[in-house]
Nanobody
Framework: QVQLVESGGGLVQPGGSLRLSCAAH????????MAWYRQAPGNRREFVAQ???????NYADSVQGRVTIAIDNGRNTAYLHMNSLKPDDTAVYYC????????????????WGKGTLVTVSA
């Protein structure tokens, strides 16, 4: 069984930095991509950043220049480095991945983590 486990959330002051981690656990053959989404109270879940196995990255306009996504393929782990954090960045951050479990066939399957809370406040 495959699980995505996020960590690194917490309380940070405006202008501060934080690094989130997402580890994919289980019998995984290959990871096609990993991404981060976030959901603020009362809002819909929104895309933040994505990285493919090959290192291609994509960012939401709202975080461009302040956020960097990275992947460690050997550890099946993705990281989200966030700088110059603003109160508007407060949200639950969810990890998303398209991956192929060992023994599965066909297209990569989508998985979600349970989320980690990031609060930006003085």
């Amino acid at each position: 069984q495959v699980q995505l486990v996020e960590s690194g959330g917490g309380l940070v002051q405006p202008g501060g930095s934080l690094r989130l981690s997402c580890a994919a656990h289980g019998s995984i053959f290959t990871i096609a991509s990993m991404a981060w989404y976030r959901q603020a109270p009362g809002n819909r879940r929104e895309f933040v950043a994505q990285i493919t196995h090959g290192g291609y990255t994509n960012y939401a306009d709202s975080v461009q220049g302040r956020v960097t996504i990275a992947i460690d393929n050997g550890r099946n782990t993705a990281y989200l480095h966030m700088n110059s954090l603003k109160p508007d960045d407060t949200a639950v951050y969810y990890c998303n991945s398209f991956l192929l479990p060992i023994g599965a066939a066909g297209a990569p399957m989508e998985y979600w983590g349970k989320g980690t809370l990031v609060t930006v406040s003085a």
